[in-house]
């Protein structure tokens, strides 16, 4: 039975978690501040973290800032927050995902399931990553499907490597830009919607319904094993 410790200061949201994790057979830790939660975490290491931003002693990011600084627990942040820049914030600052209020419960529990479904971060690098009919090998820089090798240019590989390193976390854009092309380039996101399309094309089973290589609008991206 897998953990979850949920941080909100909102009392009908907390119980509304409770009673839908509880009746999926997680089990529910609360807190209603930040300093709870970082108490909560340090004391019975959760599987997941569910964390609000807007709490009444300490800012969310701080305390997102501490749980990552502890573990690699992976952490969803639901905030009212609905900008861009306070998305990709929190995804810098270590956040596996993000969920703007209000929420589909259905949706928050799917992307539970999915951030509880990524290996260890020691462990995430071992096994063979898979796009659609295709296997990819980093190390020696190949693509191999049905129909043989598969032709990456460079900077197609430099952008794969850096989504196959986090698999099941969202990868800013502005970080996919910084590493590939440099700090001058972060706001060139016209380079990444080009190149992510030629990457679908070449791997997906269905590029127009990608399974693996996934689009967050105005976030960033993901690689789902």
Same mark, same amino acid.
């Given at each position: 039975?897998?953990?979850? $410790?949920?941080? !909100? ?7 509304? $978690? ?34 609000? $931003?807007?709490?009444? !002693? ?27 820049? !306070? ?49 990819? !090998? ?9 129909? %043989?090798?598969?032709? $990456? ?14 698999? %099941? ?57």
């Amino acid at each position: 039975m897998s953990e979850i $410790l949920v941080v !909100d200061d909102e009392p009908a949201l907390l119980r509304t $978690l409770r009673i839908n994790l509880g009746a999926r057979q997680y089990a529910v830790r609360t807190a209603a501040t930040g300093g709870e939660a970082l108490d909560r975490a340090a004391r019975s290491s959760p599987d997941a973290v569910l964390l609000d $931003l807007g709490l009444p !002693d300490l800012d969310g990011m701080e305390v997102l800032r501490g749980l990552r600084r502890r573990s690699a627990v992976p952490i969803i942040v639901l905030s009212g927050r609905s900008g861009a820049a !306070d998305k990709v914030d929190a995804l810098d600052a270590g956040a596996d995902d993000y969920l703007t209020k209000p929420f589909l419960m259905e949706e928050l529990l799917a992307r539970l399931r999915a951030v509880l479904r990524r290996p260890p971060f020691a462990a995430a690098a071992a096994p063979v990553p898979v796009i659609g009919d295709h296997t990819v !090998d980093l190390a020696a820089t190949t693509v191999t499907g049905p129909g %043989g090798p598969v032709r $990456l240019t460079p900077t197609e590989w430099r952008i794969l490597a850096l989504l196959l390193a986090n698999p %099941g976390r969202l990868v800013p854009g502005r970080q996919i830009l910084r590493e590939v092309w440099g700090p001058a380039q972060e706001r060139r996101g016209n380079y990444l919607r080009v190149y992510l399309a030629g990457l679908r094309r070449k791997l997906e089973r269905d590029p127009a319904r990608p399974r693996h290589l996934i689009t967050e609008p105005g976030i960033g991206y993901r690689y789902e094993p």
